[in-house]
């Protein structure tokens, strides 16, 4: 099984990487240094996912993306059968589930984010970091 640690913003705070003086509280609620979450540990497991391996592209009805890369929405607002246990939570590469248009330069090497304990994408958002490009986006619903 491998393991995938996620560190929250509090926990630069705890390591010291912060130096004496250069923050100064604006009151403008949780930031970056704040110590509001826990660290919490995030495993990776196998999913059955028929867009595993490839790059994922905005597709519209039936349509088909090169590589073989397969639509996950009916055409409609729903999902197909298969994608529906997929939807909503955070993977690495497979189908992605943008909240708005699919970002950019994907590769099968993304992370796809959902809002999380300590990560809060602006309600209802999710974000896409590749790990190949350096692609990265995120949007909220």
Not at 8 to 26: I, K, S, T, V, Y
Not at 29 to 44: F, Q, R, S
Not at 59 to 71: F, H, K
Request: proline fraction near 8%.
């Amino acid at each position: 099984m491998h393991v995938l640690t996620i560190w929250l913003p509090g926990d630069f705070q705890r390591r010291g990487l912060r130096a004496e003086g250069e923050h100064a509280d604006e009151s403008e609620g949780t930031n970056a240094w704040d110590i509001v979450e826990p660290t919490i540990d995030i495993w990776l497991i196998p999913r059955v996912d028929p867009n595993a391996g490839k790059a994922p592209v905005e597709l519209w009805g039936d349509e088909v993306g090169p590589g073989g890369y397969v639509n996950p929405s009916t055409g409609g607002r729903s999902l197909a059968g298969w994608a529906e246990p997929l939807f909503a939570l955070s993977h690495l590469g497979g189908t992605a589930f943008p909240v708005q248009a699919m970002p950019e330069g994907l590769t099968p090497w993304y992370l796809e984010l959902e809002e999380i304990s300590g990560l809060n994408f602006g309600g209802g958002g999710n974000a896409q970091i590749d790990l190949e490009s350096d692609a990265f986006d995120w949007a909220c619903g």
